[in-house]
């Protein structure tokens, strides 16, 4: 089964500043030392796979965003080694295995059909935030690049007291509802900003994507439910409500700010739906 193995490796210098460069060093000494073929692109990557048996992916969740989007109806299986700032979809299918044991899992296991969705015409695998989370992605600008957990922490605190909730109509399940909204997330992942955990119960694999609406929050309460939210706890409070939808439409009078796999987005209009099974994986230990 290893010697079938023809991997093409693709990696974004800047993610996780520069580690994923260094990560794709070890990667292909590791393949080397089994006689494993395979060929390392860095930040030019190839037109097409052909000839490739998988595709090993090294960088965070905005590198995976921008790998899909470029190679939207790629079949190969794929692998993401988390190389970068925020890493939440690599958590959601690895965990928190080492470098080298889900090398190991990914080179002894079946591919598996992934969940993506699409929002606006773009692919996402993770999940989209409006509002709040939205409103963070903005502040952090060219940071997020570079930060992890602790700087999209900060922000966070930095700007949870002044955010103003935004009125927005959503349309799901045949259903239409108007409120004023912290902040809502579209989720096939559970975590956003390196460790949130927004959307603990939803899995990648189900057909469906786990819509988590939390409505206007008192300011000085919003750092007392934080922690709640950053360790998934938030979802039986008043304010929450969680369905899991097929597709979901985010309407607003002006445009707002949201993220698509942390990359910022700001549109008066959100089309979001799913696309079961889109991509397949190796060495997924989770739904």
Request: charged share 20%.
């Amino acid at each position: 089964m290893i010697h079938s193995f023809n991997i093409a490796i693709v990696c974004n210098t800047l993610a996780g500043n520069g580690y994923s460069e260094t990560l794709s060093d070890q990667l292909q000494q590791l393949l080397n030392k089994q006689q494993i073929p395979c060929t390392v692109f860095r930040d030019t990557w190839p037109a097409q796979f052909s000839g490739y048996s998988d595709v090993f992916i090294l960088g965070g969740d905005g590198t995976l965003n921008r790998f899909i989007n470029q190679y939207p109806n790629i079949s190969i299986p794929l692998s993401v080694f988390k190389g970068g700032s925020g890493n939440d979809f690599g958590w959601k299918l690895y965990g928190h295995l080492s470098f080298e044991a889900q090398l190991s899992q990914v080179l002894s296991s079946s591919p598996k059909p992934v969940d993506a969705g699409s929002c606006n015409g773009r692919l996402f695998l993770n999940g989209i935030g409006v509002g709040f989370d939205g409103e963070v992605v903005k502040s952090m600008g060219r940071k997020r690049f570079f930060a992890g957990h602790l700087a999209y922490l900060g922000t966070v605190i930095r700007k949870i007291f002044f955010f103003r909730e935004k009125e927005l109509e959503l349309e799901y399940d045949g259903r239409r509802v108007k409120d004023k909204y912290f902040m809502i997330s579209i989720a096939n992942g559970s975590r956003y900003g390196g460790g949130f955990l927004v959307a603990p119960q939803a899995t990648v694999n189900d057909g469906l994507l786990d819509l988590v609406m939390i409505r206007k929050i008192h300011p000085l309460k919003r750092c007392f439910y934080l922690p709640r939210v950053e360790k998934g706890k938030h979802m039986n409070l008043p304010f929450v409500k969680a369905e899991r939808v097929k597709e979901v439409t985010i309407k607003a009078a002006s445009p707002v700010p949201g993220h698509i796999d942390g990359e910022l987005l700001e549109e008066k209009e959100y089309r979001i739906t799913v696309l079961p099974g889109r991509f397949l994986f190796r060495g997924q230990h989770t739904a």
